[in-house]
């Protein structure tokens, strides 16, 4: 199974939408193998923006990552990655279709509720960067044979 990591990020928090952004990716089928809510500083977040740390829009990401906790979470499924990113929509919440997550909840490029993994390689980057290896859990949840057909399982 592919793993992805998410964050929900401080937008998400602040507005109470935890419980309904879990709850798609669950209804969806996808499994949760790590959950926690934690504070991110500016080291984490550096490494984690590292492609965006020398735009000018920066300290505006550190500021708005900063300004509560978020949740972060690894969903594991097959094509988790890919599935995930369709769920949460267009970066640019304004352009995000209904029914994605930034669609139905967001209004902004930045405050956009959620981070989403880009690709497999890039899943489990982030999954190491925010879990450490005992707080990911492999299980097999005893609906799985309801959500695959059993040639995906393989």
């Known amino acids: 199974m592919e793993q992805t990591l ?6 998400g928090i602040e507005r109470g939408l935890i419980g309904q952004i879990i709850t798609r990716f669950q209804q969806k089928g996808l499994i949760i193998a790590g959950l926690k ?6 080291q984490i977040l550096r490494q984690h923006y590292a492609h965006l740390a020398d735009r000018p829009f920066f300290p505006d990401i550190l500021k708005s990552m900063m300004a509560s906790p978020v ?3 690894c969903l594991k499924g097959k094509d988790a990655v890919s599935v995930v990113r369709t769920m949460v929509g267009a970066t640019n919440s304004r352009k995000a279709v209904p029914g994605t997550i930034r669609g139905d909840f967001g209004m902004s490029s930045q405050e956009n509720i959620i981070h989403a993994s880009d690709s497999p390689e ?9 879990f450490k290896p005992e707080e990911i859990f492999d299980y097999i949840p005893l609906t799985l044979k ?3 057909s059993p040639d995906e399982l393989d």
């Open 37 to 42: 809510m934690m504070n991110l500083d500016e």
């Open 122 to 130: 890039n899943g489990k980057i982030e999954t190491c960067r925010f």
């Open 146 to 148: 309801y959500i695959y």
């Open 71 to 73: 949740v972060v979470i």
């Open 6 to 11: 998410i964050i929900i990020k401080p937008s």
